[in-house]
């Protein structure tokens, strides 16, 4: 079965990270930093882009779905709700996609793309934090930056690859998946 990762649209994503990823100075990086507005520019290119390739299959496999109705009136009504549904947090996008795909996803990749996101909206959504007079120790209010801990960035150099992984182990749902029926989905005594 052709996966995310083997489709042209997230191959190019995927591309644009890896690309990134490999024009890292690694001579510049040690376990306790990324050295270097170059590389930390590149790895934080890498990160979003690892981003955006999961986020635009997870997306395009929900919205799939409306074309296994036949009805056009069931077509545009359940296409208006699953595009609201398409700006839900990644975060209810995953759950879908664990709690309904068949094979099944393991934990660790899972958190792993958790935690990919979690980097990803520090990089978008960057704000600082505000240290109020109060607060600062020599009376005067502040601004100042949230940097990224080196833990992230560390794990920002895992992100391609994680990004692989996870879109390799699954696709645009087929006949196998529309004829998967879970053990749990059946009442007891039922059939």
Known sequence: MTSF???????????????HLDALDRTRIREDAVIGVDNYNRLMVSTVFA????????????????????????????????ENYLRASIHTKLNLVRDHWPDGFSADILQDVRE????????????GDLLTANDAQDGN?????????RNDMQHMLRHYDIAYDFLSRFWLPGSRELEYVRDSAIPDGGS
């Open 5 to 19: 990762v083997d489709s042209f649209e997230y191959q190019e994503l995927l591309n644009i990270s890896k690309e």
């Open 51 to 82: 981003a955006i390739s999961i986020e635009a299959a997870l997306n395009n496999y929900i919205l799939i779905h409306c074309l296994f109705l036949d009805r056009p009136y069931l077509q545009g009504l359940f296409a208006d709700i699953t």
């Open 116 to 127: 990919l996101f979690r980097i990803r909206n520090r990089i978008t959504h960057q704000s």
């Open 141 to 149: 209010a502040k601004m100042r930056n949230r940097p990224l801990t």
